[in-house]
């Protein structure tokens, strides 16, 4: 009963969104039925995100990613850039976890809040019935909060690179498996300029903090961030523990949250408790993303494992002739010359 409620507020919304932004109209046909086709509309464009909350590197910054063969066989044959969800990432088991000045910042928050609810006459918020037991009811308010940014976090689709101008040979270590192992070397402006697509994406810095010390001194840049639980978890995906600050990483994203969706789920992932219709717990869409690339603008240089042979290289040359891009320099990795 729930899941069928969802999905029809789901879909009123998303047919009145689609008239209300003009994208579709109602064609009235020769049998008397209605027939939502869509307008003929400008091309999409592409954004990526300024918002003062990340750091944003410079077009020129020299970027690298490395990756085993098969990886580099797909991205060369499908043109499309694998990004995966955070879940998915095998190094850092707490990515996007929220640290702890965040948590008592948001608690603060919560506490406001509940103190405004018992002062009035509303019972219900967001699905949570209030018993008036404030540890009751903000344990219940700091469980909804989590499960509203749990469900964000898991929507963001990430492209790691590492923003160094040199060759890393830890980076070979951690970031293949075998011999047969490459490194892309390329820029920022040359990864935005590749992408063959529409919709908002954010590069930025990693930052790399210790979790437990304090982000900032006033609370006032805390609100630049909070624009909606959907913008913290974005944020925190740019933010990574120390211990692993050696990755020096640049992080390409999107997310599955603000792009085609309608004003009430978009709203939905906004409050800090979310809205009482929309089921949090839903099944993870898809795991990860495949974005169209022009690999002649992407591919700057590529670099061959320090421990690949000769009969190697002539297998990274056939394959790039084979998809038009015989122009590709290929180089030796300088760590064993």
């Given at each position: 009963?729930?899941?069928?409620?969802?999905?029809?507020?789901?879909?009123?919304?998303?047919?009145?969104?689609?008239?209300?932004?003009?994208?579709?109209?109602?064609?009235?046909?020769?049998?008397?039925?209605?027939?939502?086709?869509?307008?003929?509309?400008?091309?999409?464009?592409?954004?990526?995100?300024?918002?003062?909350?990340?750091?944003?590197?410079?077009?020129?910054?020299?970027?690298?990613?490395?990756?085993?063969?098969?990886?580099?066989?797909?991205l060369i044959k499908n043109k499309k850039l694998w990004m995966s969800n955070p879940d998915q990432f095998s190094q850092d088991k707490k990515?996007?976890?929220?640290?702890?000045?965040?948590?008592?910042?948001?608690?603060?928050?919560?506490?406001?809040?509940?103190?405004?609810?018992?002062?009035?006459?509303?019972?219900?918020?967001?699905?949570?019935?209030?018993?008036?037991?404030?540890?009751?009811?903000?344990?219940?308010?700091?469980?909804?909060?989590?499960?509203?940014?749990?469900?964000?976090?898991?929507?963001?689709?990430?492209?790691?690179?590492?923003?160094?101008?040199?060759?890393?040979?830890?980076?070979?270590?951690?970031?293949?498996?075998?011999?047969?192992?490459?490194?892309?070397?390329?820029?920022?402006?040359?990864?935005?300029?590749?992408?063959?697509?529409?919709?908002?994406?954010?590069?930025?810095?990693?930052?790399?903090?210790?979790?437990?010390?304090?982000?900032?001194?006033?609370?006032?840049?805390?609100?630049?961030?909070?624009?909606?639980?959907?913008?913290?978890?974005?944020?925190?995906?740019?933010?990574?523990?120390?211990?692993?600050d050696a990755d020096k990483e640049i992080r390409l994203m999107t997310d599955n949250i603000m792009e085609n969706r309608t004003t009430w789920?978009?709203?939905?992932?906004?409050?800090?408790?979310?809205?009482?219709?929309?089921?949090?717990?839903?099944?993870?869409?898809?795991?990860?993303?495949?974005?169209?690339i022009d690999l002649s603008i992407l591919l700057g240089d590529i670099v061959l494992s320090p421990n690949s042979d000769m009969s190697f290289?002539?297998?990274?040359?056939?394959?790039?002739?084979?998809?038009?891009?015989?122009?590709?320099?290929?180089?030796?990795?300088?760590?064993?010359?």
């Amino acid at each position: 009963m729930y899941k069928d409620r969802h999905e029809e507020r789901k879909i009123k919304e998303y047919l009145s969104e689609l008239i209300r932004t003009n994208n579709y109209v109602i064609e009235r046909q020769s049998d008397g039925s209605n027939l939502l086709r869509p307008k003929i509309m400008p091309e999409e464009t592409l954004h990526f995100s300024t918002a003062k909350m990340y750091d944003i590197p410079d077009d020129n910054t020299i970027i690298w990613r490395y990756m085993d063969y098969p990886k580099f066989e797909y991205l060369i044959k499908n043109k499309k850039l694998w990004m995966s969800n955070p879940d998915q990432f095998s190094q850092d088991k707490k990515e996007g976890i929220l640290f702890e000045d965040f948590k008592r910042f948001i608690n603060e928050l919560l506490d406001i809040a509940y103190e405004q609810l018992k002062n009035s006459n509303i019972t219900n918020l967001s699905g949570i019935t209030f018993t008036h037991n404030k540890y009751r009811d903000m344990l219940q308010m700091k469980m909804r909060m989590q499960n509203v940014y749990d469900y964000c976090r898991k929507r963001f689709y990430i492209s790691c690179w590492t923003g160094k101008d040199y060759e890393s040979d830890s980076h070979w270590d951690r970031y293949t498996k075998d011999n047969n192992a490459i490194a892309i070397k390329t820029t920022v402006g040359n990864l935005k300029t590749s992408l063959k697509t529409y919709g908002l994406f954010t590069i930025a810095k990693v930052q790399y903090k210790n979790p437990e010390e304090k982000f900032f001194e006033l609370k006032t840049e805390y609100m630049k961030i909070l624009t909606g639980i959907w913008a913290l978890a974005g944020y925190m995906l740019t933010i990574k523990r120390h211990f692993f600050d050696a990755d020096k990483e640049i992080r390409l994203m999107t997310d599955n949250i603000m792009e085609n969706r309608t004003t009430w789920e978009k709203l939905s992932c906004m409050h800090l408790l979310g809205d009482q219709d929309f089921d949090y717990n839903r099944k993870l869409e898809f795991e990860h993303m495949t974005i169209p690339i022009d690999l002649s603008i992407l591919l700057g240089d590529i670099v061959l494992s320090p421990n690949s042979d000769m009969s190697f290289r002539k297998q990274v040359q056939n394959l790039l002739n084979e998809n038009n891009l015989s122009n590709v320099p290929i180089y030796e990795s300088e760590i064993n010359k």
